[in-house]
């Protein structure tokens, strides 16, 4: 699949600009809608947490929205490319009943165009923190780097969702009810030493999610100045675990296709 993904880059690129285009068709906010949600969801947590509730983030003399931000940017990135994989054949089915089309691109072509917006996010991120009195320092090349992992991780969920979902429509529920879950599991609103402190064991459970990887990987680079070799142990579990489920998700998308043209 790798080799073919390259071997079709310009394709892939093609299509994930139109459906980057497609999504805002129409709209008379046009792009503007991409960063509403976000905005407010930073705003909501800010309220609820640093105003509300004076939460004080395990980063000395660090503002809680610069803490959170870092946290939720690669969580919109991955949420969104997951939703828009699970329902790419279905969006796309006048391409699935085309023979000669490779309908195992259907998802990275989401995965890149859910990537377009999340560079997006990246510049906003990077103005917020130099305006904060953060400059950049070269662990912001750390970013890149997370960004591929999330990339692959919810390409390899992706296969596996998109293909079920020709079968089984309640499919974008579940993962919409598991997202929900994942975002308060990362953990990215909260710091995870508030339940750790306590109960040690819980630490296990936090960084068995492959989210919280990310999730840390980027604060490491954004506001404490680490790399993703100064977590070891977890770099090898992460890589694992997706290379695993990207595997997993190939043979379960190459399985099912055959079928796909006759659902749909």
């Given at each position: 699949?790798?080799?073919?993904?390259?071997?079709?880059?310009?394709?892939?690129w093609?299509?994930?600009?139109?459906d980057?285009?497609?999504?805002?068709?129409?709209s008379?906010f046009?792009?503007?809608?991409?960063?509403?949600?976000?905005?407010v969801?930073?705003?909501?947590f800010?309220?609820?947490?640093q105003?509300?509730?004076?939460?004080?983030?395990?980063?000395?003399?660090?503002?809680?929205?610069?803490?959170?931000?870092?946290?939720?940017?690669?969580?919109f990135?991955?949420?969104?490319?997951l939703?828009?994989?699970?329902?790419s054949?279905?969006e796309?089915?006048?391409?699935?009943?085309?023979?000669?089309?490779?309908?195992?691109?259907?998802?990275?072509?989401?995965?890149v165009?859910?990537f377009?917006?999340?560079?997006?996010?990246?510049?906003?991120?990077?103005?917020?923190?130099?305006?904060?009195?953060?400059?950049?320092?070269?662990?912001?090349?750390?970013?890149?780097?997370?960004s591929?992992?999330?990339?692959?991780?919810?390409?390899?969920?992706?296969?596996?969702?998109?293909s079920?979902?020709?079968?089984?429509?309640?499919?974008?529920?579940?993962?919409?009810?598991?997202l929900?879950?994942?975002?308060w599991?990362?953990?990215?609103?909260?710091?995870?030493?508030?339940?750790?402190?306590?109960?040690?064991?819980?630490?296990?459970?936090?960084?068995?999610?492959?989210?919280?990887?990310?999730v840390?990987g980027?604060?490491d680079?954004?506001?404490?100045?680490?790399?993703?070799?100064?977590?070891?142990?977890?770099?090898?579990?992460?890589?694992?675990f997706?290379?695993?489920?990207?595997?997993?998700?190939?043979?379960?998308?190459?399985?099912?296709?055959?079928h796909?043209?006759?659902?749909?």
């Amino acid at each position: 699949m790798l080799k073919e993904i390259w071997e079709k880059r310009k394709m892939i690129w093609d299509l994930s600009k139109a459906d980057f285009k497609k999504r805002f068709a129409g709209s008379y906010f046009g792009v503007v809608w991409m960063f509403i949600q976000p905005v407010v969801t930073v705003l909501v947590f800010f309220f609820i947490f640093q105003l509300g509730m004076k939460s004080q983030p395990p980063v000395p003399d660090t503002p809680y929205v610069i803490w959170l931000i870092p946290g939720l940017v690669p969580w919109f990135f991955f949420s969104e490319s997951l939703s828009t994989q699970t329902s790419s054949m279905q969006e796309y089915s006048y391409l699935v009943k085309k023979v000669v089309f490779p309908v195992e691109l259907l998802p990275v072509i989401k995965v890149v165009s859910a990537f377009m917006v999340h560079a997006c996010f990246l510049v906003i991120m990077g103005i917020v923190f130099i305006i904060s009195g953060r400059f950049p320092a070269v662990s912001w090349i750390g970013v890149a780097y997370y960004s591929i992992a999330t990339a692959f991780l919810s390409l390899g969920l992706g296969l596996i969702t998109a293909s079920v979902y020709v079968f089984f429509k309640d499919m974008q529920n579940i993962v919409g009810i598991i997202l929900q879950f994942g975002m308060w599991l990362a953990p990215i609103m909260y710091w995870e030493g508030m339940f750790t402190a306590d109960h040690p064991k819980l630490a296990i459970l936090f960084k068995i999610n492959p989210v919280y990887y990310i999730v840390a990987g980027y604060r490491d680079s954004m506001l404490t100045g680490n790399f993703f070799w100064e977590r070891p142990l977890n770099t090898i579990y992460f890589w694992a675990f997706t290379v695993c489920l990207l595997i997993v998700g190939e043979k379960v998308f190459k399985k099912l296709r055959p079928h796909f043209s006759d659902v749909l």
